[in-house]
């Protein structure tokens, strides 16, 4: 598995694929207080309705864990792997989305 994952993402070392485990690792365990926050500053709270709290979670927190994983790939050396990563997620989304149109017409 973790050999088909080092051709998957096109990494040359399993030191490169812990690096990239720790990046989404740490980005994953920052965006839990940072959405507490985000929430807090909002006003959002148990009593926030069910479908609201997850249009915030889409809208603010979802973002920021993407702005998280740039950050510290960043720091550690790995920034265009995940900047290639989320130009792929944007692509994608947009296609879903119907916002990015291809073609010429």
């Known amino acids: 598995m973790i ?3 080092q051709k998957r993402w096109g990494l040359s070392s399993s030191r ?3 690096i990239v485990f720790l990046v989404f690792s740490l980005a994953g365990l920052s965006i839990l207080p940072a ?3 985000v929430f807090q500053l909002l ?3 148990e009593q926030t309705p069910i479908p609201l709290r997850v249009l915030i979670w889409i809208l ?10 740039l950050g510290y790939g960043a720091l550690f050396g790995r920034f265009q ?4 990563k989320e130009k792929r997620l944007i692509r994608w989304l947009g296609g879903r989305l119907g916002l990015l149109r291809t073609g010429a017409g």
């Open 81 to 84: 792997f995940f900047w290639e």
């Open 3 to 5: 050999k088909r994952l």
């Open 60 to 69: 603010v927190v979802f973002p920021a864990y993407q702005l998280f994983l």
């Open 43 to 45: 006003g959002v709270g």
């Open 35 to 37: 959405r507490t926050i």
């Open 16 to 18: 490169d694929l812990i």
